[in-house]
């Protein structure tokens, strides 16, 4: 029974609509305090015995209709709810100046209460018409009162009742405004966080633009590497599986070899491009679990990658000791470096003694890792150029065009950035970021 009776005493809630249950909260808190209060006032407040009866007329009934308020906001009425309490408290109190004590009653400064409680559970459009209807009211009142057509009453009210209902009407109406300026924070409040979301959804959809024109025109670029790029081997191998044929015909082995070996290298060129394609189609997310790792063993996992070509060009690398550790995606920061490695060994020229070094910075806290070569050099003209995809500054180079490119957007997946600084002769450093947890990704 208590279960029930707790139930019924609490504010309903609204499954999925949180400004409805918090009107239905500050609706029920409003009506138990005038439950309380005026059950409160119509049993303690001291008045004239010959007005004991009147006073049970006014309250008795508005208490009445406040426990019906009750259960029609329990049944989900708030609207109306709120309309017929307001109503309500002005006919109580005007009711008490005109058939209580008589019109010097401090029930007069109910209309303040009635005015605050109709800002806020109707709008402020309400407070401000009730407002203008209350000092209406309380001037008619006063104005029949000196003219005659309202009984005084026979003795002073006593200065307790005056104390004892203005002690009421403060403590509602203080607890009222304490409840709009809640009700003022928590809207400054969502306020703020709609603001941070909408700025969060913007930048998010400036980004994804961004990366939309990114990836159509990479789209442009790998249309015509497909219509052109693939088309080319194809091309050479059926020609020389014409002259092939024409070679076999006539006995002439001696262009067998010759014939058989263009075809070999059209086929692997093709083979080298497909496996790009495929690398492709990887980018922009990870393959595997992130975790952390140390710089130095990705380096050397790389460096055991390309060691052939290193060795072929007799190029020296050198690793900076106690390299930071870094959080990703392991097998593809390996792929990064073996693409970095041997993009500065492809490019080293005809340097005697060439090298390579790989270590890192720290720039405002931010550890920056580099690899640094004496090769030839880019030219300024093409930094920006040099990671886009299928971009070849020498069209004579091996290669598709695609490493850069791949190093780029696994670098920037992995929350970092990556950018160059070199001159023709001098040598090419690639600088770049990667997390150092979770957090940073």
């Known amino acids: 029974m208590f279960a029930k009776i707790r139930k019924w005493a609490a504010a309903p809630r609204v499954e999925g609509d949180h400004e409805r249950s918090r009107s239905a909260l500050l609706l029920n808190m409003i009506l138990w305090m005038f439950i309380i209060a005026a059950s409160g006032y119509?049993?303690?407040?001291?008045?004239?015995?010959?007005f004991i009866s009147r006073?049970?007329?006014?309250?008795?009934?508005?208490?009445?209709?406040?426990?019906?308020?009750?259960?029609?906001?329990?049944?989900?009425?708030?609207?109306?709810?709120?309309?017929?309490l307001v109503s309500s408290m002005w006919l109580m109190f005007t009711g008490a100046m005109m058939f209580g004590a008589d019109y010097n009653n401090p029930a007069y400064m109910g209309y303040l209460v009635v005015v605050v409680t109709a800002g806020l559970v109707l709008n402020w459009?309400?407070?401000i018409g009730w407002s203008?209807?209350?000092?209406?009211?309380?001037?008619?009142?006063?104005?029949?009162?000196?003219?005659?057509?309202?009984?005084?009453?026979?003795?002073?009210?006593?200065?307790?009742?005056?104390?004892?209902?203005q002690t009421v009407y403060i403590i509602v109406t203080t607890a009222l405004l304490s409840q709009a300026t809640r009700q003022i924070d928590d809207a400054f409040?969502?306020?703020?966080?709609?603001?941070?979301?909408?700025?969060?959804?913007?930048?998010?959809?400036?980004?994804?633009i961004r990366e939309l024109e990114t990836k159509n025109a990479e789209l442009e670029r790998f249309t015509y590497t497909v219509s052109h790029d693939l088309k080319s081997p194809l091309i050479t191998i059926g020609g020389y599986l014409g002259f092939l044929e024409q070679n076999a015909q006539a006995g002439r082995l001696d262009k067998f070899e010759n014939d058989i070996g263009r075809i070999r290298e059209a086929t692997e060129k093709m083979q080298s491009l497909l496996n790009d394609l495929l690398e492709l189609s990887r980018i922009g997310r990870l393959m595997n679990p992130p975790e952390e790792s140390k710089f130095g063993d990705i380096v050397a996992e790389?460096?055991?990658?390309?060691?052939?070509?290193?060795?072929?060009?007799?190029?020296?690398?050198?690793?900076?000791?106690?390299?930071?550790?870094?959080?990703?995606?392991?097998?593809?920061?390996?792929?990064?470096?073996?693409?970095?490695?041997?993009?500065?060994?492809?490019?080293?020229?005809?340097?005697?003694s060439p090298h390579i070094e790989i270590g890192v910075l720290i720039e405002k806290e931010e550890p920056v890792f580099f690899v640094r070569d004496n090769g030839i050099g880019v030219d300024p003209a093409h930094h920006d150029r040099i990671f886009g995809l299928f971009n070849k500054l020498d069209p004579r180079t091996e290669g598709t065009g695609v490493g850069l490119a791949l190093v780029k957007r696994t670098i920037e997946v992995h929350g970092g950035r990556i950018w160059l600084v070199s001159k023709p002769q001098e040598g090419t450093t690639f600088y770049f970021t990667l997390p150092k947890t979770a957090h940073e990704i």
């Open 132 to 165: 203008v209807f209350s000092i209406a009211t309380n001037a008619v009142i006063v104005t029949l009162g000196q003219r005659g057509y309202l009984n005084l009453s026979q003795g002073e009210t006593p200065p307790f009742a005056f104390w004892a209902a």
């Open 302 to 352: 790389a460096l055991a990658l390309v060691d052939g070509r290193l060795r072929e060009r007799n190029i020296k690398v050198i690793v900076q000791p106690d390299l930071p550790s870094v959080f990703g995606d392991h097998a593809r920061l390996v792929e990064v470096m073996q693409n970095l490695l041997d993009n500065s060994a492809k490019f080293m020229g005809n340097q005697t």
């Open 189 to 208: 409040e969502r306020a703020g966080y709609e603001l941070s979301e909408r700025k969060r959804m913007e930048a998010e959809r400036e980004t994804f």
């Open 42 to 50: 119509g049993l303690l407040a001291p008045i004239d015995p010959e």
């Open 125 to 127: 459009r309400s407070a």
């Open 55 to 84: 006073r049970v007329v006014i309250i008795g009934p508005f208490v009445v209709i406040l426990l019906l308020l009750k259960h029609a906001l329990n049944a989900g009425y708030m609207r109306a709810v709120g309309v017929i």
